[in-house]
Structures are given as C-alpha cells and as structure tokens.
C-alpha cells in the first residue's frame, strides 16, 4: 500500500484523557541519589550522619565560645540586629499575609513538578552536552552497556506523594503544573517587589548597613548556642533573618527563573555566544542548586517557626498582631490544612484529569511558549563543540516495510509531500540529496533534559515549501513517521507554517557527515532548532499541509501531545 497522507490519517489512533497506568511506562525504581566528587560517586545519605555530627559539634563549639569573654562583648555589641537597621512601622499588614500563604502554595507544587521533571533524565552535568560518565549528579544507575539505552528507558519512578503526578515518564503533565504554577509564582513575585518598594517593608529585608554582617554572626552563634536572641521581626529583622531573606528574595528567585529560561532551545539559540556559555546543562545544573536552597530554606524557616515561637510567629504572619493571644494559630492550622488537602488531591486529580490539565496548562501558558517560537534560532556552534554522544529515543520503526527500505538502502523511498500545496509531489531519497545541501550544527534539547550538538546536513525546508507551494489556506504541515507510538498508533506532529522557513529548519538525511542512521532518524528527519527534541518527527514518511489538526489523532497537535499531554508549541 503506498505511503500517503490520507493512509496514515487511518493509522493514527485516538488517545484518554486519563493517564491509564495500565498502559502507560511500567515503573522503575532509581537509586539514592548520588554526587561524584572527582571519581567516586557518594550518596547522599552520607549528609544525614554527617550533618548531625556538624550540628552537635556546632552546638557545643558555639555554647563553648559563649563562656569566653571576648565572644560575649562581641555579642553584647551586635546582640543580632544590625547597628543602624531602621525600624518597620507597618508590622506585617495583611497584602504581606496573603502572598506569603500564596508564595508558600506556590513553592511547594514548584518543588514537586520539579522533581517530577527531574525524574525523566535523573542526572545533572556541567558540559553542555549530556554524555553518559560526565554527570556529577545522578539517582539512576551507570548507563549499561552493550545494548541500545534510550533516554525513555533512563527515567525513573517518583512516588505520588512527592512528584505529581508520581507516575515514570509523566513529564508532560508535570511540565504543565511547573511551568504554570511558576507563572502564578512569577505574578505574587512581581506584586511583591512592587508593595515592598512602596511601603517600608523594603527595609526589613533589604541590608542597609555592613553591620549585618557582625550581626549576622552574631546571631548564628546564639542560635547555635540554643540561647536564642531576643525577638524584634515585628519591627526588624536581625542580621542571620535579613540575609537569609535577602538571598532567597533577591538572589535565588531571579536565578531560578532566568536558569529556567535557559533551558529553552528557542532562547538559548537565540543568544547565541552567551547562550553557548550559560548552556543548558550548566543551567539544569545552578537550577537544581537554587532549588536545593529554597529547600533548605523551607525546612529551615518552619523549624525556627516552631522552635523559636509558634505564638508569636503564628500571629505576626497569619493574623497581622503583635500581642499574647493565640489569634494567629488557628489561622496557621488552617493554612496547613489547605496545604495538605491540595497535596493530596494534586496527583489522583492529574491521573484522572490529566486532558483537563494539559489544556488548563496551554491556556495559561501556551501563549507564552507560542511567542518564542518567533525567535532566530541561530547557531554559532563548530565542529569541536560535536557531542561525543547524543542519546537515541523514541518507538523504532518495527514493520516489514521500514525493512524492506533499510534493506535496499532506502532506494525505493519516497517522501510525499500533500494537502493544501499546488505541486504535490514525491521525492526519492536521491533527489532530495540532490538539492542544495545546508550544514549546520545545533545543539539539540530533549524535554527530558538532555542536550547535545550534532552536525547536520540536509534540505532546507523552506526549498521544498518553494517546491510544493502551499496555498493561502495552509496553516500547518504535518509529518508523519514510519515508526508507531509507544501507545501504538503512528507517530505524527504538527507544526506552524511560519516555522518552517526559519533559516535553520531542514530535512536531514546526515548527522556527523555521515548518512543519519536509524537510531537518530534514517532516512530523513526534521531539524527545526526552536523547538524541543520530540518535535523534530524521525524516520519520516509524508508530509500534509493543513488549515487545522483537531482531526488527527485526539487532536492535540502531535502524538506526545495525545498521548503524553506534551504542549502543543515547544520552545521552551
């Protein structure tokens, strides 16, 4: 049966709007999380014992130092207010009360999507390309060897009380929660800064003096010695708070989204020099460490909410007083409430939801993604920065077919290109090879999280649009693959017409200057460097250009997108 667009239209196959965990990946344990510090690998367990004997020693250094004269003149001449701190007149006024109840909501499903979005590709690197052994950071076993290991196959189970949804390999759906939970996270950020700015609020995080460093010492030894400062956050912070805050605030919040960002293919390519030095995976790498701080930094500050104060604490943030009432309390007991609740409820809701949540997430997101895909996704790579390794994934194509092709070197190939264009046509593997070749070498971005540069060479796809002509009507350009789904059902996705003809969209038939193999899309894949890994369809087999998708497959756009609830438009 030829191979055309409307044959393949039949092949595709509808999908649920449920994740159904009897069809979907089979779990997969990982492992401990381990860190390598030049050659060994160490677990992080080792942090637990190891943290208990710094804290004890710390404890009794710090009660030891107390006893000495000198430390106890230092701490009567920075008790743990910075000299000079101006004082808070405003307490915490309730705009103060809301935000830190909605940044704490926030906070939380951010961590655990982002966890969940870790899974897929469990190790962290420096270099910009994601070679098995250069990772520093891992919970999944050494790559094995001798057998083909797909970046899929590398994804490892989170429990459903700590990822959302909990499930191997539901990055999709997690990527929806993280990205539009960061948005609500962004807008109270922005409100924030602009009540702070405009009120006195600003001084109490704000250091306006080198004595809070003294300070800061200061009380970092009383805290230590379990012989806690006196309390004054009603009006001012000390020294450790102020840091503390100013840190997580000013430092590890814009870090954390800039970092974010650039892990997206359209804004990394699209700086250019900049973008090869803050690459992606050094990116991955100081986001997970700004993650790891406000970890911290959370279960730090709810210990000494308890430790130093439950009343006062409660009162201040929860019911906006300053007195010796419990006004605070149920207000705090209600807030944690409503925080379990949500966790809770945040998984079982996706599995069953998880249609609901993949359009919740296009709505509040999907324009945004939408506006990076106009960028230039330039390239100024060369051939020393060609990865060593590029990790394979995605279903191979399993038909007799496909093997017939492979066998007689893709001679009897051809790629039909119809649908709304003038000039149907079908191109044989050697005319294509035929037209004016372009080279170029990207860095390719997975939405797992692995990258790596590759030299290609192919058509560029703006001469075949030229070729076929598409008519005023046509709005997207569908490719469709020789290989099925993971769920079954052939493998298509959709993409903008307008990106097409970006000056570094091809069809490549060559990866590294030799023929692409069949591990990385032989004989012919997309290359349309603004956009993530699944995007580009591998071991193409039509093209159709179309004035709309909703009939193909569930309709979303491509088959991860029916499928594994991936976004529509990918650039970030």
């Avoid at 900049?274 to 990116?283: E, Y």
């Avoid at 003038?422 to 070749?437: D, N, Q, V, Y």
């Amino acid at each position: 049966m030829p191979v055309t667009p409307d044959h393949l239209e039949a092949l595709l196959s509808r999908a649920d709007d449920r994740l159904l965990l009897n069809r979907w990946l089979p779990p997969q344990e990982g492992i401990v999380p381990r860190v390598r510090i030049g050659r060994r690998w160490v677990s992080v367990l080792w942090a637990l014992p190891i943290g208990a004997a710094f804290l004890v020693a710390l404890i009794a250094i710090a009660q030891s130092l107390r006893e000495l004269p000198g430390v106890q003149a230092f701490i009567k001449a920075y008790p743990g207010i910075a000299q000079g701190a101006p004082s808070i007149d405003s307490g915490f006024p309730w705009w103060l009360q809301v935000q830190h109840f909605a940044n704490m909501v926030f906070m939380l499903f951010i961590i655990r999507a982002g966890v969940q979005i870790l899974a897929d590709h469990p190790r962290l690197y420096w270099r910009r390309d994601s070679t098995p052994g250069t990772d520093w950071f891992r919970f999944q076993k050494p790559v094995p060897k001798g057998r083909v290991w797909t970046s899929r196959d590398d994804s490892v189970t989170i429990p459903a009380w700590l990822g959302i949804p909990g499930v191997r390999h539901s990055i999709g759906l997690a990527r929806w929660w993280h990205f539009s939970i960061n948005l609500l996270w962004v807008i109270n950020g922005v409100l924030f800064y602009v009540l702070l700015f405009s009120t006195d609020q600003w001084r109490r995080l704000v250091p306006l003096t080198w004595g809070v460093f003294p300070a800061a010492l200061s009380t970092t030894l009383q805290y230590a010695s379990l012989n806690f400062p006196v309390d004054h956050s009603w009006t001012r912070y000390n020294g450790l708070q102020q840091l503390s805050y100013f840190v997580t605030v000013f430092i590890a919040a814009p870090v954390s989204i800039v970092t974010g960002l650039l892990q997206s293919p359209a804004i990394s390519n699209r700086l250019g020099g900049l973008g090869r030095l803050l690459n992606r995976q050094a990116m991955r790498s100081v986001h997970f460490i700004s993650f790891a701080w406000f970890v911290f930094f959370i279960l730090g500050h709810g210990v000494m909410v308890f430790v130093t104060g439950l009343r006062e604490n409660t009162n201040h943030m929860f019911a906006g007083v300053e007195n010796d009432t419990w006004a605070g309390f149920p207000l705090f007991l209600l807030a944690m409430v409503i925080l379990a609740a949500a966790w809770l409820f945040a998984s079982p809701l996706t599995l069953r939801h998880a249609r609901l949540v993949q359009r919740t997430g296009g709505f509040m997101i999907g324009w945004l993604k939408a506006l990076a895909e106009h960028g230039d996704p330039r390239s100024q790579l060369s051939d020393k920065d060609i990865s060593p390794f590029l990790w394979p994934n995605g279903t191979m194509p399993d038909s007799a077919e496909y093997d017939a092709l492979l066998a007689n070197d893709f001679a009897a190939y051809r790629l039909r290109i119809s649908g709304l264009v003038e000039a149907p046509r079908a191109f044989s593997l050697a005319e294509l090879k035929a037209m004016a070749k372009q080279e170029q070498i990207t860095c390719h971005f997975c939405i797992q999280g692995w990258s790596g540069v590759a030299k290609w060479g192919g058509v560029p796809m703006r001469e075949i649009l030229e070729l076929v002509r598409p008519t005023p009507a046509a709005r997207y350009v569908v490719f469709y693959s020789l290989a099925d789904g993971a769920d079954g059902g052939r493998y298509y996705d959709v993409h903008q017409l307008f990106n097409m003809r970006h000056d570094l969209t091809i069809l490549a038939y060559e990866m590294n200057g030799a023929p692409l193999n069949v591990l990385h899309g032989a004989p012919l894949r997309l290359r349309c460097e603004n956009e993530l890994g699944f995007k580009m369809v591998k071991w193409i087999a039509a093209i159709e250009f179309v004035d709309d998708f909703a009939h193909l497959g569930a309709g979303q756009g491509g088959y991860n997108e029916d499928h594994e609830f991936y976004g529509y438009r990918m650039p970030i």
